[in-house]
Protein backbone atom coordinates (compact mmCIF):
# COMPACT_ATOMS: atom_id res chain seq x y z
CA UNK A 1 0.00 0.00 0.00
CA UNK A 2 1.19 3.33 -0.47
CA UNK A 3 0.67 6.43 1.78
CA UNK A 4 0.24 10.07 1.39
CA UNK A 5 1.13 11.79 4.15
CA UNK A 6 -0.47 15.06 4.67
CA UNK A 7 1.37 18.20 6.89
CA UNK A 8 -1.87 17.77 9.40
CA UNK A 9 -1.40 14.26 9.82
CA UNK A 10 2.07 15.31 10.02
CA UNK A 11 2.04 18.06 12.28
CA UNK A 12 -1.06 16.46 14.78
CA UNK A 13 1.51 13.80 15.35
CA UNK A 14 4.31 15.50 15.38
CA UNK A 15 2.47 17.58 18.45
CA UNK A 16 1.07 14.44 20.19
CA UNK A 17 4.31 12.91 20.66
CA UNK A 18 5.37 16.46 21.51
CA UNK A 19 2.98 16.82 24.28
CA UNK A 20 3.01 13.33 25.45
CA UNK A 21 6.63 14.42 26.91
CA UNK A 22 5.75 17.73 27.90
CA UNK A 23 2.07 19.71 27.54
CA UNK A 24 3.08 22.96 27.32
CA UNK A 25 4.90 22.15 24.16
CA UNK A 26 2.09 23.48 21.69
CA UNK A 27 4.16 24.31 18.74
CA UNK A 28 6.26 22.71 15.69
CA UNK A 29 8.65 24.85 13.89
CA UNK A 30 8.49 24.34 10.28
CA UNK A 31 12.42 22.88 10.06
CA UNK A 32 11.40 20.31 12.63
CA UNK A 33 8.44 19.38 10.94
CA UNK A 34 10.50 18.84 7.65
CA UNK A 35 12.97 16.56 9.39
CA UNK A 36 10.25 14.43 11.11
CA UNK A 37 8.47 14.18 7.96
CA UNK A 38 12.06 13.06 6.18
CA UNK A 39 12.27 10.40 9.08
CA UNK A 40 8.58 9.28 9.04
CA UNK A 41 9.15 8.83 5.08
CA UNK A 42 12.57 6.80 5.64
CA UNK A 43 10.85 4.18 8.24
CA UNK A 44 7.82 3.72 5.67
CA UNK A 45 10.53 2.77 2.63
CA UNK A 46 12.62 0.65 5.41
CA UNK A 47 9.63 -1.53 5.78
CA UNK A 48 9.27 -4.61 4.74
CA UNK A 49 8.14 -4.72 0.75
CA UNK A 50 5.29 -7.05 0.86
CA UNK A 51 2.98 -4.31 0.59
CA UNK A 52 1.18 -3.63 -3.01
CA UNK A 53 3.05 -0.57 -4.11
CA UNK A 54 5.02 -1.32 -7.68
CA UNK A 55 8.74 -1.61 -6.62
CA UNK A 56 9.54 1.71 -8.85
CA UNK A 57 7.30 3.62 -6.72
CA UNK A 58 7.52 5.54 -3.38
CA UNK A 59 5.75 3.60 -0.20
CA UNK A 60 4.96 7.08 1.17
CA UNK A 61 4.33 10.75 0.10
CA UNK A 62 4.28 14.16 1.80
CA UNK A 63 2.10 16.60 0.59
CA UNK A 64 3.54 19.89 2.62
CA UNK A 65 2.95 22.29 -0.21
CA UNK A 66 2.37 25.78 0.70
CA UNK A 67 -1.63 25.09 -1.15
CA UNK A 68 -1.98 22.19 1.33
CA UNK A 69 -0.49 23.92 4.34
CA UNK A 70 -2.95 27.01 3.69
CA UNK A 71 -5.84 24.06 3.74
CA UNK A 72 -5.11 22.87 6.59
CA UNK A 73 -5.30 25.97 8.40
CA UNK A 74 -8.64 26.87 6.74
CA UNK A 75 -9.80 23.09 7.45
CA UNK A 76 -8.45 22.77 10.97
CA UNK A 77 -8.67 26.39 11.68
CA UNK A 78 -10.41 25.47 14.98
CA UNK A 79 -7.58 23.24 15.85
CA UNK A 80 -4.23 25.01 14.01
CA UNK A 81 -2.40 28.59 13.37
CA UNK A 82 0.20 29.36 11.96
CA UNK A 83 2.89 31.44 13.91
CA UNK A 84 6.96 31.72 14.67
CA UNK A 85 8.64 31.34 18.29
CA UNK A 86 12.09 32.34 18.55
CA UNK A 87 12.34 33.62 14.85
CA UNK A 88 11.16 30.29 13.73
CA UNK A 89 7.76 29.91 11.41
CA UNK A 90 5.62 27.10 12.33
CA UNK A 91 2.05 25.82 13.35
CA UNK A 92 0.90 25.85 17.13
CA UNK A 93 -2.26 24.68 18.26
CA UNK A 94 -5.29 26.93 19.31
CA UNK A 95 -5.62 27.32 23.19
CA UNK A 96 -8.44 24.49 24.94
CA UNK A 97 -6.68 21.58 22.22
CA UNK A 98 -6.19 19.01 24.23
CA UNK A 99 -3.31 15.68 23.19
CA UNK A 100 -7.10 13.84 23.48
CA UNK A 101 -8.47 16.09 20.70
CA UNK A 102 -5.67 15.56 18.33
CA UNK A 103 -5.62 11.23 19.08
CA UNK A 104 -9.43 11.56 18.63
CA UNK A 105 -9.30 13.78 15.06
CA UNK A 106 -5.71 12.67 13.78
CA UNK A 107 -4.80 8.93 14.73
CA UNK A 108 -8.46 7.23 14.22
CA UNK A 109 -8.15 6.35 11.12
CA UNK A 110 -4.35 5.98 9.98
CA UNK A 111 -3.52 2.82 8.27
CA UNK A 112 -0.90 0.80 11.06
CA UNK A 113 2.25 1.16 9.25
CA UNK A 114 1.86 4.97 9.24
CA UNK A 115 1.01 5.12 13.05
CA UNK A 116 3.92 3.06 13.75
CA UNK A 117 5.93 5.54 11.80
CA UNK A 118 4.88 8.47 13.46
CA UNK A 119 5.66 7.30 17.02
CA UNK A 120 9.02 5.49 16.27
CA UNK A 121 11.82 6.47 18.76
CA UNK A 122 13.71 7.01 15.66
CA UNK A 123 11.06 9.64 14.00
CA UNK A 124 10.46 11.28 17.20
CA UNK A 125 14.10 11.80 17.97
CA UNK A 126 13.91 14.63 14.85
CA UNK A 127 11.59 16.94 16.60
CA UNK A 128 13.81 16.80 19.71
CA UNK A 129 16.58 17.72 18.10
CA UNK A 130 17.50 21.09 18.20
Do not use: W
Not at 50 to 70: A, F, G, P, W, Y
Request: aromatic share 10%; net charge negative; glycine share 4%.
Amino acid sequence: MCFYIGIEDLAANALIEMMSKDQSKRFVSYEKLERYGAEVVKFLANIADDHECDHDEKKSVLILSRENTDAMFRNYSDIFEETAQDGQPGIQLKPGVTIDDLITTFRGYLALDVLLAFVNQQTVAKLEAA
